[in-house]
């Protein structure tokens, strides 16, 4: 693995910024240098002074006049519904079972799972996205397929095979038993293996019975330091029907509590409509609300209060993410400029600087992995993402008048998608300008696996 130094505008977080003139929360190199030795930051500062650190034979690249950042992160979206993206439906129910219950059935078949996993990186790797937690099928087939296709891109994933026994096709649906054997061996398998990260994985309480919310449980005692993930709180049918199959609970977030799934390294996905004893539970248990502000409008689903969450006097820990295939868009950036819409709508104000300190530095505390991702400091991976504000006719009109950094993040936040992203490295390497090379090595690497 060759040393780098890659030369360019360079952009980290050191904390959530306080406003728009917050200069202190971040770094900035105008004329920045980033080290790179074996996957890692070895340096960062201004480009003389990384110069000089450099061996001779160090290969730099120059992406000047481009922003260089730490890579986006993605805290929750659904790896089998990358088809299911731009369905046609009422609402979340409707969705679930017209599209994305007999799309996900497919994920049986290894081939296919196979198949869209080589698609699901690359359009991570286009859109600037080096980190995701994601939910598989109910299917073993699903997460082994996830989980391989990240070991070969080397990339820090989390993920989990999906747990649901009742409320759903025939074909999506394991048992209580099931769910914790193959979860249990997908964590065996996958887990710390590469930079995978296991999650456990009920779907939501509506499709678990209390004795599959049970095995829940039991996985998160003997596992710990594992993620657990699922939903919360998405629209008022979906409270209302889990409140009805669990009647002894309090509210939704209870449901959960009581079984031990509220904790700091779990990620509840939406949570728009919580009470304030919600709130208050999921504060106190230190685990994140994930906003998925393009799956809520177009659902429907209703308006995340992300700045009333975090100012409360007990603040809720919050992620954002795509929600793919609810989700209509793979990028962080038309992520954040729909949320950023959100809070206008409710009287808010999100600045451009805690946009992308959600998208780096706030995701990867929502996921408890600041110590390798989510900044450039120096020891981290490095993965990273290079920036173009100008990528387009219309976004190099309007850099012509563009003066400051915060106007600069803004103008990609609001215009920007995959056409802004000059490159994506992960553990330091080149990742999207090598997309056709990937995808085809990968493919063979299949095919000589079958014929062994």
Same mark, same amino acid.
């Given at each position: ?8 505008? !360079?952009?980290?977080?050191? +904390?959530?910024?306080?406003?728009? @003139? ?11 240098? !980033? ?11 201004? $480009?003389?002074?990384?110069? /000089? ?38 609402? %979340? ?12 059935? +497919? ?30 099928? *109910?299917? /073993? @087939? ?15 994933? *989390?993920?989990?095979? *999906? ?8 074909? =999506? ?45 039991? %996985? ?5 330091? =594992? ?78 209060? !992300?700045?009333? !969450? ?50 780096? =530095? ?24 290079? %920036? ?8 190099? =009109? /309007? ?25 994506? $490295? *992960? ?26």
């Amino acid at each position: 693995m060759m040393t780098k130094l890659l030369r360019g505008r !360079l952009l980290s977080f050191k +904390r959530a910024p306080l406003s728009v @003139t917050d200069t202190d929360s971040y770094r900035y190199e105008s004329d920045g240098g !980033l080290l790179i030795e074996a996957g890692k930051i070895a340096a960062i500062g201004a $480009y003389g002074d990384i110069r /000089k650190k450099a061996a001779a034979d160090a290969v730099e690249i120059d992406h000047r006049p481009y922003l260089i950042m730490p890579g986006f992160i993605d805290t929750h979206l659904h790896f089998p519904q990358m088809q299911v993206i731009a369905s046609y439906a009422a609402d %979340l129910l409707e969705w679930l079972n017209t599209y994305t219950f007999p799309e996900e059935c +497919r994920f049986v078949e290894s081939a296919h799972a196979e198949k869209i996993a080589a698609h699901f990186y690359d359009e991570l790797a286009r859109h600037g996205t080096t980190t995701a937690a994601a939910y598989c099928s *109910v299917h /073993k @087939t699903s997460a082994d397929a996830y989980f391989s296709e990240a070991m070969r891109r080397n990339m820090c994933m *989390v993920g989990g095979k *999906v747990m649901m026994d009742r409320n759903a096709p025939q074909g =999506l649906l394991d048992t209580p038993e099931m769910g914790y054997d193959e979860t249990r061996q997908v964590i065996a398998d996958w887990h710390g293996k590469g930079r995978n990260h296991v999650a456990i994985t009920p779907r939501f309480a509506i499709t678990s019975t209390p004795q599959q919310m049970a095995a829940a449980q039991a %996985l998160a005692q003997e596992f710990p330091d =594992l993620h657990i993930q699922t939903h919360l709180s998405e629209n008022h049918d979906e409270i209302r029907f889990a409140c009805e199959l669990y009647p002894d609970a309090i509210d939704y977030t209870d449901i959960y509590a009581r079984y031990g799934l509220l904790g700091p390294k779990s990620l509840f996905g939406h949570c728009i409509h919580l009470s304030e004893r919600e709130a208050d539970a999921m504060s106190e248990a230190g685990s994140v609300a994930v906003h998925c502000p393009t799956s809520n409008l177009f659902l429907g689903s209703g308006l995340f209060p !992300l700045k009333a !969450l975090a100012r409360r006097e007990k603040p809720v820990r919050i992620g954002v993410a795509t929600d793919i295939g609810g989700g209509s868009s793979y990028s962080m950036l038309r992520t954040m400029d729909e949320a950023y819409k959100i809070q206008q709508l409710l009287g808010e104000r999100l600045n451009p600087l805690e946009s992308y300190y959600y998208m780096t =530095l706030g995701n990867a505390e929502a996921l408890s992995l600041t110590e390798s991702i989510g900044t450039l400091d120096e020891g981290t991976d490095a993965d990273l993402v290079v %920036l173009n504000a100008a990528a387009t006719p219309a976004m190099a =009109l /309007k850099m012509d008048v563009v003066k400051t950094l915060p106007e600069e993040l803004f103008l990609l936040q609001t215009m920007g998608d995959d056409r802004a992203v000059a490159e994506t $490295y *992960v553990a330091g390497e080149a990742a999207k300008s090598n997309l056709t090379f990937q995808s085809r090595q990968a493919a063979h690497s299949r095919d000589a696996d079958r014929c062994l």
